[in-house]
C-alpha cells in the first residue's frame, strides 16, 4: 500500500472514531472537575481519580457504542518520540508567551498577575490539544472547540473575580458546559442514524 492511501485510510479511521461525541463528553467531564477543584484543596483528589477513570471510561463507552457501529482498527499513531516533542514545544511556548506578555507589563514576578493570566494559559494549552485533534479527525467541531477555548481563555483574563483562580474556573465551567452539549447532541444524532452493523439492512444494488 502506498504511503497517500495509508493516510487516507487513516485520516477515514480517525474520523469515523471520533463521530461519536463521546470523546467531548470526557473532555467535559475532566473540565468540569477542574472548574470544580481548582483553588479547593479539599477537592484535589477528584483530579487523579477524574485522570485514572477518564481514559478506561472512555474506551468502555465506544467498546459499547462506537465499535459495534464504525468498527475498529488499531492503527499506528507515528513516532511517540516526535509527539512527545510536540507537546512539550507546545506547552514551553504557552509559558513564554504568557512571561513576554508579563515581562513587557512588568508583573511577570507578580503571582496574582499570573493567577489573573490563568485562563489564557488554560485556554491555550486546550486549544492546542483540540487542535491536533482535530488534524486528526478532520471535524469541523473540534476546530471550532480549539479556537473557542483558545478566544474564551483570553476574555476570561479581564473579568475582576475576586475568588482565587475565579477568571479559570469559570473558563473551564464554560468550555466544560460547551463540550457537554456538542458531546450530547452529537452521540444522540450518532446513535440514531449509525446502526449495529448486523442490524443494518443489506445493500442489494
Do not use: C
Request: glycine share 12%.
Amino acid at each position: 500500500m502506498k504511503a497517500p492511501e495509508f493516510q487516507s485510510i487513516r485520516r477515514t479511521a480517525y474520523r469515523e472514531t471520533y463521530r461519536d461525541g463521546l470523546t467531548e463528553i470526557a473532555v467535559g467531564v475532566l473540565l468540569f472537575v477542574v472548574a470544580l477543584a481548582t483553588g479547593r484543596p479539599a477537592f484535589y483528589w477528584t483530579y487523579l481519580v477524574a485522570i485514572l477513570m477518564l481514559g478506561p471510561g472512555l474506551k468502555r463507552l465506544k467498546a459499547r457504542y462506537t465499535y459495534p457501529r464504525v468498527g475498529f482498527a488499531q492503527l499506528p499513531d507515528g513516532d511517540p518520540k516526535r509527539l512527545r516533542t510536540g507537546i512539550l514545544s507546545w506547552v514551553l511556548g504557552v509559558f513564554f508567551i504568557i512571561a513576554v506578555g508579563l515581562t513587557v507589563t512588568g508583573h511577570v514576578t507578580d503571582n496574582l498577575a499570573w493567577r489573573r493570566m490563568a485562563p489564557a494559559i488554560g485556554g491555550l494549552l486546550f486549544g492546542g490539544g483540540f487542535w491536533y485533534l482535530a488534524q486528526r479527525s478532520r471535524l469541523a467541531r473540534h476546530y471550532g472547540v480549539a479556537v473557542a477555548s483558545v478566544a474564551l481563555g483570553l476574555l476570561m483574563v479581564w473579568p475582576d473575580i475576586p475568588e482565587p483562580y475565579g477568571n479559570v474556573r469559570v473558563w473551564a465551567l464554560l468550555m466544560a458546559l460547551l463540550n457537554l452539549g456538542i458531546g450530547g447532541i452529537v452521540l444522540r444524532g450518532f446513535l440514531r442514524d449509525t446502526p449495529i452493523a448486523d442490524e443494518r439492512q443489506p445493500d442489494v444494488g
